[in-house]
């Protein structure tokens, strides 16, 4: 079984920067696509941003230019850097991977238990 862990939430003024981190452990063969996704109050989990195996990434055009995704597959790690955020990027932040425990198994949609990101003076 495969577990996401974030860390790097908290709260930041608008204009400020954060950097969330999710690593992947447990039984872990391989990790496909990544992505971080967010839900803010009263609304409902939208993608922010997905990075492929082989690194091509995709953004949600409310964080074009600002947000970046990253990962390591030597650590199963994914990354977002998050630069210029706004009082609307509040929300909980979601990792989400495709993971499976070895060759033989399907790929399953993992997701982490979100870290809180505040933008707010």
């Known amino acids: 079984q495969v577990q996401l862990v974030e860390s790097g939430g908290g709260l930041v003024q608008p204009g400020g920067s954060l950097r969330l981190s999710c690593a992947a452990s447990g039984s872990i063969f391989s990790i496909n696509g990544m992505g971080w996704y967010r839900q803010g109050p009263g609304k409902q989990r939208e993608l922010v941003a997905g990075?492929?195996?082989?690194?091509?990434?995709n953004y949600a055009d409310s964080v074009k230019g600002r947000f970046i995704i990253s990962r390591d597959d030597a650590k199963n790690a994914v990354y977002l850097q998050m630069n210029s955020l706004k009082p609307e990027d509040t929300a909980v932040y979601y990792c989400n991977a495709a993971a499976r425990s070895s060759r033989y198994s399907a790929y399953l949609e993992v997701w982490g238990q979100g870290t809180l990101v505040t933008v707010s003076s």
């Open positions: 990075i492929t195996r082989g690194g091509s990434t």
